[in-house]
């Protein structure tokens, strides 16, 4: 395609993505089945470059405010993310003029909201939490995150799938803390490879994976995914009980629970069952309560644990969606731990990095169920199910996995046990 066409398909897909008024990668899905004569560099360019304005969208608008001509192809041209050679010969002079002046700016200089690139009240919400760590999370955040693989110990041991990934040209490493990850460079094309299509991989973040081990669910159990989705973490909990049991996935969501059958197929686990609720007080959690040895509640949240894949989310997000986050999460936790059998364990967690959505959550329930629940070191949970270096996964007995310390994308994870 001429590098000119290419940056006006750019430009019409950020005037779309800029709107807010969708999920991101949703509209950029959509873009590309609306544009099937795109190769595979074209639609990364494009990916890319969209993204790559969402991270730094104050800064950009702030340099484009010296050009011309359309406000998203002058975004489109200063977040480029193909080749320069192909945006210089898709610019006329005085473009790339700009251009080249816009770049000789030193950032270091600019005020730290354009530094930043955080809406006030989540830069002011990270602050009040890191301290003299939050410029080092904001660097994190402007980075892509890196790909985690989680491998099915039902069908394949990690060293193997190791070596097999090597033999195709991708080079893998073992992820520092999961026994179950490994982490691959860049964003290869796995879709079409054999481990990928014979279930022996999974595509899931360590974090993740780490709040499955947390959950340590054994043979035999009965075990509850509360917030199932598209299944990730059902399919690491079901292969942790080596398919035996019975592991529920609920989600109100029939639509995220359809994103599970190719994964169950693949992966070979006959013990899970799927099920769609209404709500978190269904008939069937009712006919389920005090029988369930664990229960994983990976509640609704902000996602802003996620901004390196999912930077339009910090644009998308208000104090006010948190505050009625906050509300659905406590009634889905209070409503989880009836399932729960003396004994058994409950986990609570998101991926968001708020104290709003994580702490404050887990001390009204305290204050509520302190009674009948009683709280668990994660660190200790942790080395049992054979972490590595479980200490700088946990803050107090909680784990606390932050991108620019650990390399995840942000989780939060409490714990208890019934009395």
Not at 139 to 147: D, K, N, R
Not at 224 to 231: E, I, K, Y
Request: aromatic share 6%; glycine share 8%.
């Amino acid at each position: 395609m001429h590098p000119g066409a290419l940056l006006d398909l750019a430009t019409e897909l950020l005037r779309a993505v800029l709107k807010l008024d969708a999920p991101a990668d949703g509209i950029v899905s959509d873009f590309f089945r609306r544009h099937r004569t795109l190769g595979h560099r074209e639609r990364h360019a494009l990916a890319e470059t969209t993204y790559a304005v969402l991270r730094e969208r104050l800064l950009f608008q702030h340099l484009a405010q010296s050009g011309s001509g359309a406000l998203e192809r002058r975004l489109a041209i200063l977040a480029w993310q193909g080749p320069d050679a192909a945006l210089r010969s898709a610019l006329g002079p005085h473009e790339q003029a700009w251009r080249a002046q816009v770049q000789a700016i030193d950032r270091a200089t600019l005020p730290d909201k354009l530094r930043h690139n955080l809406p006030d009240w989540l830069a002011g919400a990270l602050r009040e939490q890191l301290g003299d760590d939050f410029w080092p999370l904001v660097q994190a955040l402007a980075e892509p995150a890196p790909l985690d693989l989680r491998v099915n110990l039902l069908k394949a041991r990690r060293d193997d799938v190791q070596r097999t990934l090597a033999e195709a040209g991708i080079e893998a490493a073992p992820t520092p803390h999961s026994p179950w990850g490994l982490r691959v460079p860049g964003k290869p094309a796995l879709q079409k490879l054999e481990v990928f299509t014979q279930g022996l991989v999974e595509v899931q973040d360590e974090g993740s994976q780490l709040l499955a081990l947390l959950t340590d669910p054994k043979r035999g159990e009965m075990v509850v995914d509360f917030c199932a989705g598209a299944g990730g973490k059902t399919l690491a909990l079901g292969a942790a009980m080596r398919n035996t049991g019975r592991l529920y996935a609920f989600d109100v969501s029939g639509h995220r629970l359809a994103a599970l059958k190719p994964r169950l197929a693949r992966s070979g686990l006959a013990n899970v069952h799927p099920a769609q609720i209404a709500h978190e007080r269904d008939e069937r959690i009712k006919r389920l309560a005090g029988k369930i040895d664990r229960v994983l509640v990976d509640a609704p949240c902000s996602g802003l644990g996620t901004l390196r894949r999912n930077p339009d989310l910090k644009w998308r997000q208000s104090p006010a969606s948190v505050a009625e986050l906050q509300v659905k999460q406590q009634a889905i936790l209070a409503s989880a731990a009836r399932l729960v059998k003396p004994g058994g364990r409950l986990v609570y967690a998101t991926c968001s990095l708020l104290a709003a959505e994580n702490e404050q959550v887990v001390a009204a329930f305290d204050a509520a169920q302190g009674a009948d629940f009683q709280p668990l070191p994660a660190a200790d949970l942790l080395a049992a199910a054979r972490v590595a270096d479980p200490a700088p996964l946990v803050a107090g007995p909680f784990l606390r996995l932050w991108p620019h310390r650990h390399g995840t994308d942000g989780f939060f994870a409490a714990v208890w046990q019934r009395r």
